[in-house]
């Protein structure tokens, strides 16, 4: 069984960095040929992909947040990184990270989420 855990603080001032990781347990994130995302949901929102880093390393950002978004992993620990810079009260959200198989339209475990709130 597949486990994802994300892991950072709860409360980030505007402007910082927002760090958040996702420890995944019960497999191993460079198994051929999985996409591990990054996903959030504002309050009051739809679910927003934020990016994915795959079995290769290779990494994918959304277009509107491409600019502020990094994505790394470390294999040694099978977790992954999600950095997003210059943060403001709406990057507020619950932050979920989720394994996106080969082949299926959907995302087959998620994390159960952490909630992050932007404020001073």
């Known amino acids: 069984q597949v486990q994802l855990q994300e892991s950072g603080p709860g409360l980030v001032k505007p402007s910082q960095t927002l760090s958040l990781t996702c420890t995944v347990s019960g497999g191993s994130i460079t198994t051929n040929y999985y996409y591990w995302s990054w996903i959030r949901q504002p309050p009051g929102k739809g679910l927003e992909w934020m990016g994915a880093i795959d079995y290769s390393g290779s990494t994918y950002y959304s277009p509107s947040l491409k600019s502020r978004t990094s994505i790394f992993r470390d294999t040694s620990k099978n977790r992954f990184t999600l950095q997003l810079s210059s943060v403001t009260p709406e990057d507020t959200a619950v932050y979920y990270c989720?394994?996106?198989?080969?082949?299926?339209?959907?995302?087959?475990?998620w994390g159960q989420g952490t909630q992050v709130t932007v404020s001073s």
């Open positions: 989720a394994r996106d198989p080969p082949g299926l339209p959907v995302f087959d475990y």
